[in-house]
């Protein structure tokens, strides 16, 4: 199975600062297909888990530009350029490229300062 | 509006057994794969098991596979997800995911997880 390796486990970030984080796989990521199945999801307290990135840098429709997706291989990161409020909560790393089964890391909760 | 509602979540006992159904509307149900993943409390995502829109198909987490089955029925767009055998572990919100789209035998998952149910607790406990 791929073992999905997130860091930091936990984020404090000042309003308006930028925040990063990384996600690592165990084995490369990218596909026969050619294409790379890698996603970022963010959990809210409370809420469903919400898909922000598809395929490594792909935002989904109504995420704002400040959330961004990099990476290749087995490295990958998540940037949000400038912290907002409404930011606060679980971010997860999850691949689909080598499946069954599909794997997510272990997430990274983003703090307010 | 595309959702997918979850039902038929509970307490129940160490041994016991529960069927877990998901309503899904606003997409062409039977063209996409479906998933469950769960959360047991405070913990991160666990992928369960997938279905392929035909039914045809089925996957399974290692710390599941011969205690529950998945299953669906598209002529009522809905999911299902049998948990039999139930131990303390399993103890989690569960939640539906539309999951990917095959298009004449090609596997296109951009839409792959981009929308999820609200889940629904199950409480395994004596």
């Known amino acids: 199975d791929v073992v999905m390796t997130q860091s930091p486990l936990s984020l404090p970030v000042t309003l308006g600062q930028p925040a990063s984080i990384s996600c690592r796989s165990s084995?490369?990521?990218?596909?026969?297909?050619?294409?790379?199945?890698l996603n970022w999801f963010q959990q809210r307290p409370g809420q469903s888990p919400r898909r922000l990135i598809y395929?490594?840098?792909n935002r989904d429709s109504g995420v704002p530009d400040r959330f961004s997706g990099s990476g290749s291989g087995t490295d990958f990161t998540l940037k949000i350029s400038r912290v907002e409020a409404e930011d606060v909560g679980v971010y997860y790393c999850?691949?689909?490229?080598?499946?069954?089964?599909?794997?997510f890391g272990g997430g990274t909760k983003v703090e307010i300062k | 509006e595309v959702q997918l509602v979850e039902s038929g979540g509970g307490l129940v006992q160490p041994g016991g057994s529960l069927r877990l159904s998901c309503a899904a509307s606003?997409?062409?149900?039977?063209?996409?794969?479906m998933s469950w993943v769960r959360q047991a409390p405070g913990k991160g995502l666990e992928w369960v098991s997938a279905?392929?829109?035909?039914?045809?198909?089925?996957y399974y987490a290692d710390s599941v596979k011969g205690r529950f089955t998945i299953s669906r029925d598209n002529s009522k767009n809905t999911l299902y997800l049998q948990m039999n055998s139930l131990r303390a572990e399993d103890t989690a919100v569960y939640y539906c995911?539309?999951?990917?789209?095959?298009?004449?035998?090609?596997?296109?998952?951009?839409?792959?997880?981009?929308?999820w149910g609200q889940g629904t607790m199950v409480t395994v406990s004596s």
């Open positions: 395929k490594v840098s």
């Open positions: 606003g997409f062409t149900f039977s063209s996409y794969a």
């Open positions: 999850m691949q689909g490229t080598h499946w069954p089964p599909i794997t």
């Open positions: 084995q490369s990521l990218v596909h026969s297909d050619g294409n790379t199945y």
């Open positions: 995911a539309k999951d990917h789209i095959t298009i004449f035998g090609v596997v296109i998952a951009d839409d792959a997880f981009d929308i």
């Open positions: 279905i392929s829109g035909s039914g045809g198909s089925t």
